[in-house]
């Protein structure tokens, strides 16, 4: 008895306790209330300082964002690299090997299918794999440091037999789970015949905005398909993070077809709609882009991001032919 009369005299105060605390945050939010209605019908005087203060952050704030018919409108986000541009690591693409998708000369793009082993590698895709570790040791006297790969069972397949032949650490293998390595995204033409990449690829040309056909049936249909443009964005985003974690490094990336060509035409600045073209990746396939040196024919300029200082370096620094004449 006695002890529930205790607990009984406590939740008694801890209710009295709550009211008391409801009561003065009630008090304080009419002060607070009344202390701003006092401060709106002060008038404003040319000598009043914190009215001057309070102008001067206005139009700060309006000069910083940009005011449009009395709304507000941000400035375009540059948290990117502006691609071209001179990197600081080298990297070798490398389309995966032949897997059962590609036996069967099927597409599939679906992140819902990406970890499903169905679609792995073949012992021909596996073979592939091994030849492209060679011509990264041999042909390029390539010394990787860490590998990246999609998610999707038939690139990370590839990945494993890569890592192992290159001598890379489990450790230096990382699987790009955001999407960024993922194929490109071919909504109503999953599991359709390969050759309707023909079509795709005819439209990239006519406009680098145009999609496959997306999904009809999706929640989203739009969300099912991507365009040149997209990948664009992808490879901003995959390349602005690399270059800030890593400086003068080797590294891997494992993908797939459209993802590595549409990368290899941002960052050598060509046309998107002609990545097919300017850089067709077959399965197994290695390209190595090096964009750590000025270009052999040394025609740059200080506003040339592959010329001779690259991304966060002063241009201050710079010394262009006329300049190094001169000296």
């Keep these: 008895m006695g002890t529930m009369g205790g607990n009984g005299d406590g939740r008694a105060m801890r209710r009295r306790d709550r009211r008391w605390s409801r009561r003065c945050r009630a008090e304080r939010r009419d002060g607070d209330e009344e202390a701003e209605t006092e401060e709106e019908e002060r008038p404003r005087v040319a000598g009043d300082a914190s009215g001057r203060r309070a102008m001067s ?21 540059a948290a990117f690299i502006e691609l071209p541009s001179r990197l600081h690591n080298r990297y070798f693409f490398v389309r995966h090997g032949e897997s059962v998708l590609d036996v069967r000369k099927q597409v599939l793009s679906n992140p819902s299918f990406k970890y499903d082993a169905t679609f792995g590698l073949t012992g021909r895709g596996r073979e592939q794999m091994r030849e492209a570790a060679r011509i990264i040791l041999e042909e390029y006297d390539g010394a990787p440091a860490w590998l990246y790969t999609s998610n999707f069972q038939r690139s990370f397949q590839s990945a494993l037999v ?88 080797d590294v891997v990336i494992v993908s797939h077809q459209d993802t590595l060509s549409l990368f290899a035409a941002a960052l050598n600045g060509t046309e998107l709609g002609r990545h097919h073209l300017d850089y067709k990746f077959d399965l197994g396939d290695v390209m190595c882009v090096d964009l750590t040196v000025p270009p052999d024919d040394r025609k740059f300029s200080p506003t040339d991001l592959r010329g001779d200082y690259a991304v966060g370096d002063s241009a201050i620094n710079y010394r262009g032919e006329e300049s190094a004449a001169a000296a």
């Design 162 to 249: 890569l890592r192992e032949e290159l001598g890379l650490l489990f450790s230096q293998m990382r699987t790009e789970f955001s999407g960024l390595l993922d194929p490109r995204k071919m909504g109503a033409l999953d599991f359709g015949p390969q050759s309707a990449w023909e079509d795709v690829w005819a439209n990239d040309l006519e406009d680098p905005r145009s999609t496959p056909p997306p999904v009809p049936s999706s929640l989203q249909p739009s969300a099912s398909v991507e365009s040149c443009v997209d990948l664009y964005r992808r490879a901003q985003e995959a390349f602005t993070r690399l270059e800030a974690t890593y400086y003068g490094e």
């Design 57 to 77: 952050r206005r139009a700060a704030m309006a000069t910083a964002i940009g005011t449009v018919g009395g709304l507000t409108r941000p400035r375009r986000a």
